[in-house]
């Protein structure tokens, strides 16, 4: 059996009896170097992740999960959670530590006519699309079905519902949590909620949410796809989707990018989703699709679950990813001009700029309300840079920087957690904005010690 090479924070190994006494109490599997499962565990899709956890604890329930904090603890383990293992950082994973795996806590059960949806946090979106879709029904989430459930919510949430139903956080009704003490508890509006408050948009911060109750809409088959054109139609495109949002509907969320097709030929274009009546979205959206000459108009009415999944094949597993995000004051000119300047000199096909427009409901938030504050930016622009040769990697993560750094001065310094590669400094007070000084408090009263500090991490105020 092995011994493992499970270290402390301060680099001694802990004792092998330890280690064991822990495997024989814990239900799922408990997996060290050498293990079976160990290396297909500490794989994600990020290529560019390659780390190798002391131990990975892939619970089977909460009670679990309960063991691995509190073994954790007293060991003085640094702790990684992973959930779907979605984030492009690679949060989920450590060297040397525990990494606490909720992967095996899919379960997703739907009550109809109260529109509720319970969770488990290991889910993935094709899992919770699965379950509501039956029930002509939808939770606002993301925007590629193999995102984990829980990263994305804790992060707040932004996806194709978005401008009618608002972020994830907006319809999240209360969270099953194990605290860095070890105790389960419930956080909503009448139970805990100032944790409540930090779970909704402030991360990993301050427990392991175990399972969520989400809100559902009415939604089953939307008028949705892709609407293509030439590279150099791109100015002309990205004002045209500027001065069209500004009067959609709310039932439309629209996202343009500057990408390339599979085949490797540049284009600009939309991707669209209108979750009213199809008739009326039809009406709507005549004059986004009469605009210019499209190679391609895919746009058609399909149920919701293949919405979801339209980009799935844009994040394809085992290829390198580094992602910059930022908001920016105005989709103006400007902005159009050095977006497509520096897709000029892109390094990689794969590679795409994304702007989503949000308004709606999300924007009528209070930045306060929840941990997330960025709720008066209307345009997001993610850089997620991605290629298949690590050797390249030092090139393509220079060129997405010079992107960024070249929209600073157009930004308004806010960025979406969710779509962030890099550590910088004071990076949490960033994220969080008006909200760190009330976050840090939260930190200070359910994570004293910073057990979870992989993430957008908030110090705990002393």
Not at 269 to 297: H, K, N, S, W
Not at 448 to 462: A, E, G, H, V, Y
Request: glycine letters at 8%; charged letters at 20%.
């Amino acid at each position: 059996m092995h011994a493992g090479m499970l270290k402390q924070r301060d680099g001694k190994l802990v004792e092998s009896a330890a280690v064991e006494t822990f495997r024989s109490e814990f239900k799922g599997q408990a997996l060290l170097p050498g293990d079976e499962g160990y290396d297909a565990a500490r794989t994600i899709w990020n290529a560019s992740i390659d780390r190798h956890p002391g131990l990975i604890a892939r619970c089977a329930s909460a009670s679990d999960v309960i063991r691995a904090v509190r073994f954790a603890r007293a060991n003085d383990l640094l702790v990684a959670v992973k959930s779907g293992g979605h984030n492009v950082a690679g949060r989920s994973l450590c060297d040397d530590g525990l990494v606490i795996d909720l992967s095996a806590m899919k379960r997703v059960s739907v009550d109809a006519e109260t529109r509720t949806v319970h969770v488990q946090a290991g889910a993935l979106l094709a899992d919770v699309d699965r379950e509501t879709h039956v029930h002509g029904l939808a939770v606002p989430a993301g925007v590629v079905s193999k995102t984990g459930i829980a990263g994305l919510t804790l992060g707040g949430g932004v996806g194709w519902l978005v401008r009618k139903y608002g972020m994830t956080i907006d319809n999240l009704l209360s969270c099953e949590v194990v605290t860095a003490n070890g105790e389960i508890i419930t956080a909503s509006a009448d139970s805990n909620p100032d944790l409540f408050w930090g779970l909704r948009g402030g991360g990993g911060n301050f427990g392991i949410v175990t399972s969520f109750v989400f809100r559902a809409h009415p939604v089953k088959t939307v008028l949705s796809g892709l609407l293509l054109y030439p590279r150099a139609d791109a100015r002309a495109v990205l004002r045209n989707f500027r001065e069209f949002m500004t009067t959609a509907p709310e039932e439309l969320t629209a996202y343009a990018g500057l990408l390339s097709t599979p085949d490797g030929v540049p284009v600009v274009g939309m991707i669209v989703c209108y979750c009213g009546d199809l008739a009326e979205g039809e009406r709507v959206l005549a004059p986004l699709r009469q605009f210019g000459t499209p190679v391609l108009d895919g746009i058609e009415p399909m149920p919701f679950p293949v919405m979801q999944s339209l980009i799935e094949q844009s994040f394809p597993d085992n290829s390198h990813n580094y992602w910059k995000s930022t908001f920016v004051k105005a989709f103006d000119d400007e902005v159009i001009d050095r977006l497509i300047d520096h897709m000029e000199r892109c390094t990689s096909p794969l590679t795409a700029v994304v702007i989503e427009y949000y308004g709606g409901a999300a924007t009528r938030v209070a930045p306060t309300e929840t941990a997330f504050p960025h709720r008066d930016p209307l345009y997001n622009v993610n850089i997620a840079s991605e290629w298949l040769d690590p050797a390249e990697s030092d090139e393509h993560i220079a060129w997405t920087r010079a992107m960024f750094d070249a929209l600073q001065s157009k930004s308004n310094g806010g960025y979406l957690p969710n779509f962030f590669s890099d550590e910088v400094p004071d990076q949490a007070k960033v994220a969080f904005g008006g909200n760190y000084a009330r976050l840090a408090e939260l930190k200070a009263k359910y994570d004293p010690t910073n057990l979870f500090s992989l993430n957008q991490n908030i110090k705990p105020t002393r």
